[in-house]
């Protein structure tokens, strides 16, 4: 087949081909052989699983960089479901705690969910793992003591050096800072200082009497 006759059957193609095939077999016999070149065959057309894991999406299109760890520990970093994680309360597109690549780096999260904004920048997994509760104690526990086994404690023993230095420091301090004789100077002085205030009234009341008197 010469050239222009491949260029007429290239025109012709261009065309419905349901409306032309047969004027075109009919024009041209040997076209038959190059129609296998334009030919798809769909039979042997390999299908698409539909049960595709998230995992494969993720290295062809995110082209995720893993970290070595997860290689060396073996570990399924897939496997952390988003049911699982704990949602805002005041937000439920955005998770409650940071993503483990920004509390690793210490960076402010946005917490958006299925991966957050510093993670999608920079083409990294983004992983939410749920935090593990705090065991809060309960202050009654550990305050609430029992006198019976408070009192069952023996005081030290008479002979115990410590026991015998004690003894002798308040007997020292008893000695030289009598309680009873500091109170009691106390009260004195009180009742001193009340006695001068009132004689000093008395003092000034008798003498505007007598500044009356003489006037």
Known sequence: MDYNAYAEANELLECTFSDIRRELLETYPSITKYLSVFHVDLKHFPKTPRNR???????????????????????????????EVELDTLNENKSRSSCERCRRFKKKCTRDLPECLNCSISEEL????????RAFSN???????????????PPPGPDSSYYIQSNKLTAADDTAYP?????????????????????????????????????
Not at 53 to 62: A, E, G, L, P, T
Not at 126 to 133: G, I, L, N
Not at 141 to 152: F, R
């Open 53 to 83: 894991r998230f995992k494969d999406s993720v290295f062809v299109f995110k082209k995720k960089r893993l970290l070595l760890q997860a290689f060396q520990d073996h570990t399924d970093i897939y496997a952390t479901d988003l049911r």
């Open 139 to 153: 202050p009654k526990v550990i305050y609430d003591l029992d006198p019976v086994t408070v009192e069952q404690v």
């Open 179 to 215: 309680r009873d004789t500091y109170f009691e100077g106390a009260m004195r002085t009180g009742e001193q200082q009340l006695r001068e205030a009132a004689l000093q009234r008395t003092q000034i009341r008798a003498s505007s009497d007598l500044m009356r008197l003489l006037n």
């Open 126 to 133: 983004c992983a939410y793992k749920p935090r593990k509760k």
